[in-house]
């Protein structure tokens, strides 16, 4: 698959792959190749990579790929996995910094072990740093946006800025980041308050997703964005409606394409149940879309990425 000529890439201290593994390293473990994986050795590799590498070279940035499907013809670009060297954890008063690939979880326990409390959601989220603020994630009624100071983004050219949660248009899963904008670290403000109930609060929420979602399969997460309120009125459905609940309206719980199916345990969780393709996980989304569009009359918002190419 890989076209790109490695040799012409800028020369990096980090390493280059062609014909990396990429979607069977993320959740669903199914999915095409990357074309040219680079893996930086630290921040001022990245920058330059980002600085000399020709514009007409997609690039694409990952973390713990556990919200995206990787097409199974795969993605061409280079695409950059962040290395150890950006997965640091530092808390100085009420202020914790993350560098993007430190995993959610390990950002709320070391949060609370500091009696720092408001950030115990991301215990719930099983992806790393720089993919939640991308994806502006949340659970529990609380979102990245609610306790970020701000990130630190390097844009394609490699410019680094420091930008704050208001001009990253931050709402429901989304936000303004591009594909090939960076996210290296971020800042977080917690809330001073008892170690033990806030590692009490974790416990719970752990709990709580053992019991309502497959978090021992192989998934992705929520497959779809709860609608809005404005098409839950024009669709004529109680605006309290969930996602899950339109899927189980138009038939969707444990309903199969290939290998792939939407679970039982929560039926806006997709499982690659065994031998799924990337083509089955994207075929069994559209086919509940087309239901709950035909059905209801609301076009669901895919919360989990597609990206790459058909096979
Ligand atoms: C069992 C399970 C439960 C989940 N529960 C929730 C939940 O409750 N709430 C919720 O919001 N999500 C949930 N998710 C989805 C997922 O964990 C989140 O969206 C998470 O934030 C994705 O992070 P990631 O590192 O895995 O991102 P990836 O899947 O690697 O990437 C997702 C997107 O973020 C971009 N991205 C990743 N890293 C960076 C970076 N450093 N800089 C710029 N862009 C980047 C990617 O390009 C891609 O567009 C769940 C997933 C699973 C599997």
New binding site residues.
Partial sequence: MSKIDINKLPEVRGRYTADAPLGEK??FRCGGKAEVLFKPKDQDDLVHFLKNCPSEIPV?????????IIRDGGLRGVVIR?GRDFSNIDVEGDIIRAG??AL?ANVANVAADHGLGGLEFLS?????I??????N???YGT?VKDVMVEAI?INRDGLIQNIKPEDLKMTY?HTN?E?D????AATFKGVKESADDVKKRIADIKEK?EQS???REK????TFANPSIEDLTKADVDRDTKVWQLIDKVGGRGLKVGGAQMSVKHCN?MINSGDASAEDLEALGEEIRKRVADEMGITLRW?I?RLGDIA
Avoid: H
């Fill in positions: 993320g959740w694409y940035v990952f973390g713990a790929l556990s919200n995206t962040l993007a690939l959610d719930g989220i099983p992806g790393s720089g993919g939640a603020v991308k994806m994630a949340g659970c979102e983004i899963r980041i594909a904008q960076i996210v290296v997703r979602q497959p978090i998934t992705g997460g929520s969780f919360e990425r």
